[in-house]
């Protein structure tokens, strides 16, 4: 099982911009969808962005336009690019398969916290 570490979390102002990275344990072959997810405090965990082979992707509404994902097959990396940071976004965001049937165990992601 392919195993997930995100990085690149941190406390910024609103309006500010992060870029989480995720390294994976083994291959993350081109054709198997990745996805950044998130968890609020007292929320269940949601989808935000996710990529497919040949560089597709899709974000959820809330942060379509802000957040790039971008992946990197030969160094097992999947990058969020996150701008104009807003409270609501605060949450732990972890990465995995995009395909709940594919999900490898959670790590344990990386905090996000937008605050003045």
């Known amino acids: 099982q392919v195993q997930f570490v995100e990085s690149g979390g941190g406390l910024v102002q609103p309006g500010g911009s992060l870029r989480l990275s995720c390294a994976a344990s083994?291959?993350?072959?081109?054709?198997?969808?990745m996805g950044w997810y998130r968890q609020a405090p007292g929320k269940q965990r949601e989808l935000v962005a996710s990529?497919?082979?040949?560089?597709?992707?899709s974000y959820e509404d809330s942060v379509e336009g802000r957040f790039t994902i971008s992946r990197d097959n030969a160094k097992n990396m999947v990058h969020l690019q996150m701008n104009s940071l807003k409270p609501e976004d605060t949450a732990v965001y972890y990465c995995?398969?995009?395909?709940?049937?594919?999900?490898?165990?959670w790590g344990q992601g990386t905090q996000v916290t937008v605050s003045s």
């Open positions: 995995n398969w995009a395909s709940s049937s594919m999900w490898s165990d």
């Open positions: 083994g291959s993350i072959r081109s054709f198997y969808a």
């Open positions: 990529i497919i082979s040949g560089g597709i992707t």
